[in-house]
């Protein structure tokens, strides 16, 4: 596996978030394509690192609200703990739940890409 590419997995994201939220699963799924582990905990620092850059807003999908995506209001003190507890799967019957909630959106402008430089 190479080194990871943060820019790579985050341009992706990015262009999952023009058509809806991304979820939790998103990260895990993606995350193998750009050298990163495809595991919660790594998902977790991920989203932990976007959310400390002021990238993006995290919340929870709710089913049947007319917002549907629910930010956690801000200041998160312990995102990291908060998304911990947002993830244990509470339904039997569905495991998967929670990666599929739990949620965030970008916020901040999408960066410019790369410009050469000219010498």
């Not at 209001?73 to 990291?80: A, K, S, T």
Request: hydrophobic share 40%.
């Amino acid at each position: 596996m190479g080194s990871p590419d943060y820019a790579g997995l985050e341009r992706l994201l990015r262009e999952r978030n023009e058509i809806d939220w991304v979820m939790v699963a998103n990260v895990i799924d993606d995350a193998t394509t750009y050298g990163l582990p495809a595991t919660e905990e790594n998902a977790i620092d991920y989203i932990v690192g976007l959310h400390g850059q002021g990238k993006i807003r995290v919340g929870t999908y709710v089913h049947g609200t007319r917002e549907g995506f629910i930010p956690w209001e801000e200041p998160i003190l312990d995102l990291p703990a908060r998304l911990r507890a947002a993830l244990v799967p509470t339904d039997p019957e569905d495991p998967l739940g929670p990666v599929m909630t739990v949620m965030f959106t970008f916020t901040d402008e999408d960066p410019p890409a790369a410009c050469p430089v000219e010498h």
